[in-house]
Each structure stands twice: as C-alpha cells, then as structure tokens.
C-alpha cells in the first residue's frame, strides 16, 4: 500500500486546513486509516483515525484536536480527509497519514500499530 499525503501549508492562528490522503490498493475499504503528526524534537503522536468496512468506522480523535478536526473517508476514490479548523500554534507538525488493515481496537491510536506510511506533509500555524 502507497499513501500521498497532501494539502499542508502555513496558516494563520485561527484558520482551516484540509489535509489529503490518497491510497493505492483496492481494498482501500477494509484498512484502518490514522492521522498521526510529529512536531520538531518530539514524538509521533496521534491525531485521529478511523476504522474500516466491517467496523464501528467511527472516527475516534485526540483529546488535543476533538471539537477541532474532522476525519472523514471517501473509499469510491481511495481517499481520506483531515479537516483541520481553528488551528493552533501547537498543530503545527508533520503530518503522517497512516494504514492498517489488522488494527486492534487497544491499538488504534498507536503509531507501532500501522505498517503502512506516506511521506508526511507539513502544517504551520503561525501566531
């Protein structure tokens, strides 16, 4: 599985952003997708996901950005969305789109979990 992450960009405190996950495999439907971002001299943290044909596939976010983002996926088009509103000095990051088709639900939220990542797409809220 190949992921294309995209949509990052510098923005002002307060503003939106969407960011993009494009996937190549057919079975886009059945994997688990997760946001995860990684802010500079920190760790990977989570951000968001949500879980695959066959399951609760209810978004499940970060206490850090509920409220705030909304995950969504299109699974026509191989593709899922990270809707970023009110953003925050603190959202700035590298953002890391991430797959899994055998994610437990104790693992969702954790980066060890997935084995599929795309390339990362930067995000910067300037104050």
């Known amino acids: 599985v190949q992921l294309q992450a995209f949509g990052g960009g510098l923005v002002q405190v307060g503003y939106s952003l969407r960011l993009s996950c494009a996937a190549s495999?057919?079975?886009?439907?059945?994997?688990?997708m997760g946001w995860f971002r990684q802010a500079p001299g920190k760790e990977r943290e989570f951000v968001a996901t949500?879980?695959?044909?066959?399951?609760?596939?209810?978004?499940i976010y970060a206490d850090s950005v509920k409220g705030r983002f909304t995950l969504s996926r299109d699974n026509a088009k191989n593709m899922v969305y990270l809707q970023m509103n009110s953003l925050k000095p603190e959202d700035t990051a590298v953002y890391y789109c991430?797959?899994?088709?055998?994610?437990?639900?104790?693992?969702?939220?954790?980066?060890?979990?997935?084995?599929?990542w795309g390339q990362g797409t930067l995000v910067t809220v300037s104050s």
């Open positions: 949500i879980t695959g044909a066959g399951r609760a596939g209810k978004p």
């Open positions: 991430a797959a899994d088709r055998n994610v437990i639900s104790s693992s969702l939220t954790r980066p060890g979990a997935y084995d599929y």
């Open positions: 495999t057919r079975a886009f439907s059945t994997y688990t």
